[in-house]
């Protein structure tokens, strides 16, 4: 599994030498890097973020000051070229703190160390039992429910986007629809079934998970409501 992260730094050199070496990383998966706290929140508030390298001094707001306004916090790495930083970054549970300039073995160390308690947490919170095994590209991978944002249609096979990457599965929309707890998923369009926990906004036309816009058949906003209300 990897760990979707994004990259907060308000220096160019520094953001490109970061992304350089996520997408280096076979555990790490870039959302997107910013230069600045405000472009950050708003992506970490519509997207399932694993993982933040952070920077601690930028102008406006800085690093400490964008973890106080999330409501939910992803692991931090905190990444600075002061030392003096340190005791403050692990009273905020910092996952590590990497000093500039900084060397592939320890971002390398870092991510490990990420890797490896996002499985022990993600192990202690899952249920085994909500999960379903898939086949794509010829290997089976178990997937888990939770996880799920929503199914859509693509010719004979269907399109299983999760939060950390998208699954071809050579299935009709009505047959995987019945893997899915009906109680927590709906089929709101002939090509979409969408995870009902995963809705952040909708109306007569869309459904909106993240920032894509799922089309809504006609008259499903009133299921959609219901669907939600008993959840």
């Keep these: ?8 730094d ?45 920077d601690v001094e930028m102008p406006l707001i800085n690093g400490f000051d964008l973890l106080d306004g999330l409501k939910t916090k992803p692991q931090i ?23 500039k300039p900084i060397s592939k073995e320890r971002f390398l160390k870092a991510v490990k160390k990420a890797t490896e308690l996002h499985a022990l947490r993600y192990e202690n919170t899952e249920d085994p039992g909500e999960s379903i095994v898939i086949k794509s590209n010829l290997k089976k991978l178990k997937i888990f429910i939770s996880r799920i ?18 699954h071809l599965v050579l299935s009709t929309m009505k047959g995987f629809e019945k893997e899915l707890p009906a109680d927590r998923f709906l089929r709101v369009h002939k090509s979409f079934i969408i995870n009902l926990a995963r809705v952040e906004k909708f109306n007569n036309k869309f459904a909106e998970i993240g920032n894509t816009k799922i089309p809504l058949s006609r008259n499903k906003k009133g299921e959609i409501v219901k669907a939600i209300e008993n959840n």
């Design 149 to 166: 944002k929503w199914i859509e249609a693509y010719g004979d096979y269907i399109k299983i986007a999760t939060d950390e990457e998208t």
């Design 10 to 54: 308000d220096s160019a050199v520094q953001r490109m030498t970061i992304t350089k070496l996520v997408n280096e990383s076979s555990l790490l998966h870039l959302i997107g890097d910013f230069a600045n706290a405000l472009e950050a929140k708003n992506c970490i508030n519509h997207n399932a973020i694993d993982l933040i390298f952070l």
């Design 77 to 99: 790495v905190f990444i600075t070229s002061k030392a003096d930083y340190a005791v403050k970054a692990f009273d905020y549970e910092a996952t590590d703190f990497l000093q």
């Design 1 to 8: 599994m990897k760990l979707n992260c994004i990259v907060v």
